[in-house]
């Protein structure tokens, strides 16, 4: 029977039916990278070296060397990227649960409020007015919070100013609530981390981290695209590069979206 | 009197640009203590240490009391200049492309007679000031200039061989952030550059100076990471082929040694972003420039590398960066072999801790960025190779000529 369901899933995939979106960025020097104090260790922004392209150092093929961090461009964080989840089970990308990187996703668009207020934090009633609308949040599903923070660029997407980075993101509750009440997979923003650019005064600090990765949950952030999605009914595929022990990793991040929604 | 340079008027692609050719190089070891001197703009003579009695040129005995003991010292600089020669037709590449060419005979003070290149406000019968100068070749070469000050001196037409002269030139400086940066296009503007291209690392980052900078007339700002190959030669693909003074100010400071650094990444970092960054720049400005040499009064004339003076010998607090400007230093002195056919000068300016972030808990004296700027300026109006900015890095400069070993030491 799921070979059959394949099949048709297969069909639906070639006939159109079943759309794949991609929802990353193109991995570029340029991309931003978070900002921390100077003194902390950084992550590296992507640095290509060119090994050889059609010439004497190799005449018939083109190919680079890559340098970045693990959480660089469009990523995928793992429960032991926060001292939270540094104890739990199988909670880094090379050991955790392939099961895991392909789940459903509900889609909350908090873009108006995110126009409004670059310091805007998603809270318990904006999660239950969306649920009023659309329903509880099934477990096991990725809560994305669409921000529409995508379509900036450059200085505009950072938006570094007095006081570090003014990003949307999710408050301390929400994010409690989401892991312990909710039982969500993870949690994914349009924005350099899962957290808001002013996480650090939330308490606990970095809230999304905090939570979600001491629950064992994940993050995806730096995702694009995200008012293509269904505010339910997508499913998203983000398979983290195999790193030993890694912490998190670069991620192709894909949606595949029915077509009703 | 010198006449005034004329702003350079645009190139008509008809013309072939003229190849870089160079004056005789073939030197003596020994004369190579004048090549010293001249880096660091140091008028230096031969003078025996048994009889006092200067000699030139170069010798290694005495002519007066045949002492093998002839060290290099610091010779009085005053002359009369008894003869001069315009050389109209010159046998060699270099000097019949620049005829017609003056030289003259210098009666110096402290004795020798020297041939000389004359500054065109010299006359017969007069007195001069001497100098050492690298020439297109890299070469020292004595010149003589008026005692006194005179008008638009500096454009001398001959002087401007021996020099890198901002004025009139275009110029990259590769970091409008730092401190050093800044101060380095606001000195080069005013000593005359005709316009500054300013690299923007990390773009997406604000910072306070960037609109008084972009207000600068004859200023541009580029996004510019050294670390990122492509950044570089992406701007090199636009800039390159008018780029007459490249000024790489990239720096990157933390603290600590070997064993007192958590972890790799600050190594790393350092290394993408001065040493690759080097590499980076060489390998797209580099040729470019070493291509221009000879084109006309805002030829490509030299590239500057603002570094750390414990590139010449480790200092354990800054362990790690002295390291990585050391592997800098290195590929300075290759680049300027590279560069040296083109006539491009490679100079390096070598400072003691620059008073700012990094080095914010250290006691003075510290290096002000606007110091820093000045020797750029002074250097490259000079034709240098090595400028040694401020008290320590002076001071690390003698130290090391004294005793190496004790320095290692002393700073250990």
Known sequence: ?261 | MTQPLSPPRKRSPLNRTLAPSQPPAARSRTSHGFTAAAAEGRFALQCCAHCGSFTYPAREICPECLSTELPFVEAPRGGVLVSETTVRVPADVYFRERAPWRIGLVKLDCGPVMVSHLHGDCAEGERVAMSLQLDKSGQAVAFAKPQQETPHMQDDRQWREMTADPKFRRILVTNGRSPVGLAAVEALLKAGARTIHVGVPENWKPFPEEERLRALDGVKLVPLDLGDERSVRDLAADIAGKTDILVNTAEFVRPGGLTDRQGTSFFQMELAETYMGLVHLAQSFGPAMRMRGADGIDSAAAWVNVLSVYALANWQPFGAHAASQAGCLALSHCLRSELRSGGVKVMNVFTGPIDGDWFQTLPPPKVAPRAVADGIVSGLRQGLEEVFVGDVAQDVRRRLAANPKALERELG
Request: overall charge negative.
């Open chain 1, 1 to 261: 029977m799921a070979a059959t369901d394949l099949a048709a899933f297969a069909a639906a995939l070639a006939g159109g039916s079943v759309k794949v979106i991609d929802l990353t960025f193109t991995l570029s020097p340029d991309f931003p990278v978070i900002v921390l104090p100077p003194e902390f260790g950084q992550a590296s922004p992507l640095r290509i070296e060119q090994i050889s392209r059609y010439d004497a150092a190799g005449p018939g093929w083109y190919w680079n060397n890559i340098t970045l961090s693990e959480h660089t461009g469009t990523h995928f964080d793992a429960p032991i990227h926060w001292f939270t989840g540094k104890d739990l089970p199988n909670n880094a990308v090379d050991t955790m649960p392939v099961a895991d990187m392909v789940a459903p996703a509900c889609v909350i668009d908090c873009s108006a409020q995110s126009a409004a207020d670059p310091d805007f934090l998603l809270t318990i009633p904006v999660v239950e007015a969306w649920e009023a609308e659309h329903g509880r949040i099934p477990e096991r599903n990725w809560v994305l919070l669409r921000t529409d923070w995508s379509k900036r660029s450059g200085r505009d997407y950072a938006n570094l100013g007095e006081g570090g980075p003014h990003t949307p993101g999710p408050d301390s509750a929400v994010m409690r609530w989401l892991v312990e009440e909710r039982g969500i997979i993870g949690f994914g923003t349009e924005t350099i981390g899962t957290d808001a650019g002013q996480a650090a005064h939330l308490d606990p600090p970095y809230p999304a981290h905090h939570f979600l990765h001491g629950g064992g949950r994940y993050g995806l952030q730096c995702l694009r695209d995200l008012d293509k999605l269904p505010p339910t009914g997508a499913v998203i595929i983000a398979t983290p590069l195999k790193i030993i022990n890694g912490s998190g990793s670069p991620v192709r991040v894909l949606a595949l979206v029915g077509e009703t929604g």
